[in-house]
T-cell receptor
């Protein structure tokens, strides 16, 4: 079974600074997808960024980018120019690329605080 | 696009009672998922539908839990004889068919408190 580990329960960053959230995963598969989701307090979970395992290029979405190290099974999220609205729980998630299972496996999350 | 909607948003029930949650997915999405999230944890997969067929169930889905999606549109999740350990947020999500990489959109969740 796949597992996802987020080793930082809480992180903080000064507004306008850069922060990196860590995620490692364990899998024997070669075809899979990785995701970062953001869950603000009492709000719905939204997708921040997605990475296909077969793509060597790291995904980027505006101020959000990932560092995908397939051999090391590492998938970190970098938030640049942090804003107050970035404060939330961030979850790393894994999904197989093969047929048979459509479930997302989540890590325990990292609570990000943004300091004005 | 009204997003994934869930009802009720909050439910307090006494132990032993039955509760039912409803989920309305994004209209063109044929895949629907249920997850459970407890405080301090990430969501855990419960079950998945493609149209009206329930194709995958987690071991977390005990026989007190039943999920349906009768016409391939909305879904219900019923918990019978609730226990205090059932207290959690129940998240519904939906996505388009096709690859497993398609974005999954989540609802705001239904909080259950069993007293």
């Amino acid at each position: 079974a796949q597992t996802v580990t987020q080793s930082q329960p809480e992180m903080s960053v000064q507004e306008a600074e850069t922060v990196t959230l860590s995620c490692t995963y364990d899998t024997s598969e070669s075809d899979y997808y990785l995701f970062w989701y953001k869950q603000p307090p009492s709000r719905q979970m939204i997708l921040v960024i997605r990475q296909e395992a077969y793509k060597q290029q790291n995904a980027t979405e505006n101020r959000f980018s990932v560092n995908f190290q397939k051999a090391a099974k590492s998938f970190s999220l970098k938030i640049s120019d942090s804003q107050l609205g970035d404060a939330a729980m961030y979850f790393c998630a894994y999904r197989t690329g093969g047929a048979g299972s459509y479930q997302l496996t989540f890590g325990k999350g990292t609570k990000l605080s943004v300091i004005p | 696009d009204t997003g994934v909607s869930q009802d009720p948003r909050h439910k307090i029930t006494k132990r032993g009672q039955n509760v039912t949650f409803r989920c309305d997915p994004i209209s063109e999405h044929n895949r629907l998922y249920w997850y459970r999230q407890t405080l301090g944890q990430g969501p855990e997969f419960l079950t998945y539908f493609q149209n009206e067929a329930q194709l995958e169930k987690s071991r977390l889905l005990s026989d007190r839990f039943s999920a349906e999606r009768p016409k391939g549109s909305f879904s219900t999740l019923e918990i019978q004889r609730t226990e205090q350990g059932d207290s959690a947020m129940y998240l519904c999500a939906s996505s388009l068919g096709g690859t497993t990489g398609n974005t999954i959109y989540f609802g705001e969740g239904s909080w259950l408190t069993v007293v």
